[in-house]
């Protein structure tokens, strides 16, 4: 994402705007910004630690929707908040989890 100087501030506003009305509508679950200052890793199940991710830009959000298009919708308003397109997944059902 390109910004002009001091378009940062306002997606900031607008995506802390988007999340109050996910917050207010008793969607949002989680969400935050991915911190650029720390290291990503990949812990293995031997226990081993590798620099060996791929990448995440920005932040997530967690909502919970009864519907994908009620999903969709939340994602466009989000993707306008916060001037980038996002990616939409679903969580699988595991009653386990």
Sequence with gaps: MRLAPGGLDAVIDSSHRVIREAKAAGVHL???????????????????????TSDLDGGFCVIEVPTRIEAERWAARIA????????????????ES
């Design 30 to 52: 989680f969400s935050g910004g991915i911190d650029e200052n720390v290291d990503p890793v990949m812990v293995h199940s031997d226990g081993s630690v590798t620099a060996d």
């Design 80 to 95: 306008q908040g916060c001037h980038a397109p996002q990616e939409l997944r679903e969580f699988g059902e595991d009653p």
